[in-house]
């Protein structure tokens, strides 16, 4: 089983760091996951709409021209920015094999580990992202945009880019994702944060601190943390699976 850790902004630092995650997962050593990251063509940082159509742009043409072929030799890609990237759609029309976002992968697996009874929400980078990603999880499951959906407590934006999570200090970043995931924490009957970009990859610590502070040991060690990298993984090999069985 081949799975492609595709991500679509010109950082292998972040690449990197995506794929350590990725392979720290116990299922890692049945899976080849090969990671290709965008052509400095594509931006730095996937920071709002614009960055999101000038990376699908960039991604399709080398994966079109450069890299012909390539593709081909995987049976899924995961496109890991968190965020309604249009390169998942476009992958998925143009080629025959699995494609997920980190995104999609990410509500698909909140939703089965909580509870009816129980919220979940996602913690980000910039304050775009807060209606973006409140969108993007309405239209994903199926919801008109005045509906409400008592499960999803919302989107809680930290202000930083997801470069800033490797290049400026972590104690701002610490501080910066510690302010959103209390303010996720209080808005509900919170059990599960969604780590909403690429570049958190390892903060985890950061975010079950801040549970700890707010509501003690007990609950902040039972407290869900989605990686959507991680979770991208575990979804498309049970989606590989899946369609190895019932076809």
């Known amino acids: 089983m081949r799975i492609l850790l595709l991500n679509p902004n010109c950082s ?7 794929l350590a995650a990725a392979k720290s997962l116990p299922i890692s ?10 052509t400095e063509m594509a ?22 021209v450069s890299t012909k072929g390539f593709l081909e030799t995987f049976d899924a890609v995961l496109v ?3 965020s309604v990237h249009s390169l998942v ?9 699995s494609v997920l976002g980190i995104f999609e992968a990410s509500v698909l697996t909140a939703l089965s580990i909580t509870k009816e009874s129980e919220q ?21 499951l199926g919801q008109g945009s005045a509906e409400q959906n008592n499960r999803f407590a919302g989107v809680f934006s930290s202000g930083l880019t997801a470069g800033d999570f490797h ?49 003690g040991p007990e609950a902040a060690k039972a407290l869900y943390i989605i990686d959507g990298v991680q979770a991208g993984i575990l ?10 069985a019932f076809v």
């Open 89 to 97: 759609p476009q992958l998925q029309k143009q080629y025959d094999l």
């Open 167 to 215: 290049t400026v200090s972590p104690e701002q970043v610490k501080e910066k994702l510690r302010d959103a995931t209390l303010r996720l924490l209080k808005s509900g009957k919170v059990s599960c944060v969604v780590m909403g970009c690429g570049g958190m990859a390892g903060l985890e610590d950061i975010i079950r601190g801040a549970a700890e502070e707010l509501n």
């Open 80 to 82: 890991a920015c968190y």
């Open 120 to 140: 979940w929400g996602i913690v980000t980078t910039g304050h775009f992202w807060e209606q973006h990603l409140s969108d993007g999880v309405k239209a994903f």
């Open 29 to 38: 050593e049945s899976i080849d996951i090969q990671p290709y990251t965008a």
């Open 235 to 244: 979804q498309l090999h049970q989606i590989i699976q899946s369609k190895r």
């Open 12 to 18: 292998s630092q972040m690449t990197d760091g995506m």
């Open 43 to 64: 931006p730095a940082s996937i920071n709002d709409d614009d960055g999101i159509q000038s990376s699908t742009a960039c991604v399709l043409y080398d994966l079109s």
